[in-house]
């Protein structure tokens, strides 16, 4: 599984309404807060082409910037690098299965 970092802030609610989603979503995500880490805020500046943008997500060796903060866009990423399980096929509930008896 690939590692989740978020590079963010206290006062950013962009960075709250994230944090609260991740946590509800079971995420496990380390935080590094640019105001008190200089060189978390080095990485958010170099990937955001010299823009201080939160929050800003490292999903492996991929950088995400969700500001504003869209939790379909955060989903689909951490899906894609299989932080998160696909979703179910549509008409199939938790627990059912795609195979036949």
């Given at each position: 599984?690939?590692?989740v ?11 709250y ?22 060189h ?9 082409g ?52």
């Amino acid at each position: 599984m690939a590692l989740v970092v978020m590079y963010g802030t206290l006062w950013c609610p962009d960075c709250y309404r994230a944090r609260r989603w991740l946590q509800r979503a079971g995420v496990k995500f380390v935080e590094i807060n640019i105001d008190w880490d200089t060189h978390g805020e080095a990485v958010v500046l170099r990937v955001n082409g010299g823009r201080r943008t939160t929050p800003t997500f490292q999903i492996g060796e991929r950088f995400l910037t969700v500001s504003p903060f869209n939790p379909e866009v955060l989903e689909e990423a951490l899906r894609a690098a299989s932080v998160l399980p696909a979703p179910a096929p549509a008409g199939l509930q938790s627990g059912d299965s795609a195979v036949g008896p």
